[in-house]
């Protein structure tokens, strides 16, 4: 399953000024789209091996040392990104999958762009809505959401959790809100279990970092899968000798099927 974005829109501006970064594309018709694709699974987190169609948005506010989609990241791929309507995003989403299915939004930061039209009108369709997104933007139209999944980035990103800005996303008023936590260490790992501790009524599911992302360029570098094996082991052994029984520890899925693979 590939990404198949209409050719008849055109491709992005080479530079968006700073305050359209953080807001959007200074065009409320505009979204930035990396990848639509489907329909697939979703490979991790509370909605795993659940059917889904991906909506990926480009553009983040942070670079993690490890991030797996530097394609809908970095702005030197924008001109593979597309302005799109959310009307136009709505229709390729449509193409791919009838409803009743869950529509992943994702990135890149997909909270720093309007998808709040784009919900209401899947959501007129029967469509749910899930997002991922780190929680350091917090919008609105979260409470449109059926699953925000919050995934609030440990030391080993080199990035730093506003928790004003992550205790906004969890109050936004999603149906479900639910922490996700990628740990390759234990510095990590206690971060974890500071941000689950500062959240008792959401579910925190922990997953062992990917230590081998693919370069934006080349989805077929190989996985070390028995490097992110080890540490999911260690993972697991870690939780369970803390007494942590309250967290879900899962494994990427779609790495462990299709390697890093892009639009799977
Ligand atoms: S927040 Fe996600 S998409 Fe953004 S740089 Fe980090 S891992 Fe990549």
Known sequence: MTCSPPVSLPPMRDSLSASEESRGCGNDQALRIAEIFGPTIQGEGALIGVPTVFVRTGGCDFRCSWCDSLHAVLSEYRHTWRAMSAEAVWAQVRRLAPAPLTVTLSGGNPATQNLGPLIALGAAEGYRFAIETQGSVVQDWFAALDLL???????????????????????????????????????????????????????????PGNHTPPPPDDDTATVDMDGINTRMEWLIDRALDDGWYGATILPQLHVAIWGNKRGV
């Open 149 to 207: 999944t919050l995934s609030p980035k440990p030391p080993s990103s080199g990035m730093e959790t506003d928790l004003a800005v992550l205790d906004a996303c969890v109050a936004a008023g999603a149906a479900r809100t639910v922490l996700k936590i990628v740990v390759f260490d234990e510095a990590d790992y206690a971060y974890a279990r500071e941000i689950a501790a500062r959240y008792p009524a959401l579910e925190t599911y922990l997953q």
